[in-house]
């Protein structure tokens, strides 16, 4: 695991001189994401962890957000656009909500309840 994140942050290095986003990086990476992520899927439902589903909740809305704010901004334009710091603070709002959902759950049952 720890080669994997070497390997990215090498290969995001040297990534970073190019004009436009050069797929060979990612190629070179991609066995190793799939075993990755195939090892992170059957490790969370084996043991019934709710944390993957959380991520991937947050890295689903990440995408939504950020796909209608390039379709907004590039095609179609009668749509209303945030800036990108707003975005920025929108996706970390959400994630901070999805990932504190089960906290917020519960705290919200203990004020409910009766005190004795």
Same mark, same amino acid.
């Given at each position: 695991?720890?080669?994997?994140?070497?390997?990215?942050? =090498?290969?995001?290095?040297?990534?970073?001189?190019?004009?436009?986003?050069?797929?060979?990086?990612?190629? =070179?990476?991609?066995?190793?994401?799939?075993?990755?992520?195939?090892?992170?899927?059957?490790?969370?439902?084996?043991?019934?962890?709710p944390w993957l589903a959380r991520w991937l909740a947050v890295e689903a809305f990440f995408i939504a957000s950020f796909a209608?704010?390039?379709?907004?901004?590039?095609?179609?334009?009668? /749509?209303?656009?945030?800036?990108?710091?707003?975005?920025?603070?929108?996706?970390?709002?959400?994630?901070?909500? =999805? /990932?504190?959902?089960?906290? =917020?759950?519960?705290? /919200?049952?203990?004020?409910?309840?009766?005190?004795?």
């Amino acid at each position: 695991m720890r080669a994997v994140w070497a390997w990215v942050l =090498i290969a995001a290095y040297n990534a970073g001189g190019d004009q436009w986003d050069n797929p060979r990086y990612r190629t =070179i990476l991609l066995a190793w994401q799939a075993l990755l992520a195939a090892w992170a899927w059957g490790w969370a439902r084996e043991r019934r962890d709710p944390w993957l589903a959380r991520w991937l909740a947050v890295e689903a809305f990440f995408i939504a957000s950020f796909a209608e704010w390039y379709l907004s901004r590039y095609w179609l334009h009668g /749509l209303p656009r945030l800036d990108m710091w707003q975005m920025v603070v929108l996706n970390l709002a959400a994630a901070a909500l =999805i /990932l504190g959902w089960d906290w =917020i759950l519960k705290g /919200l049952a203990r004020l409910s309840r009766p005190r004795h």
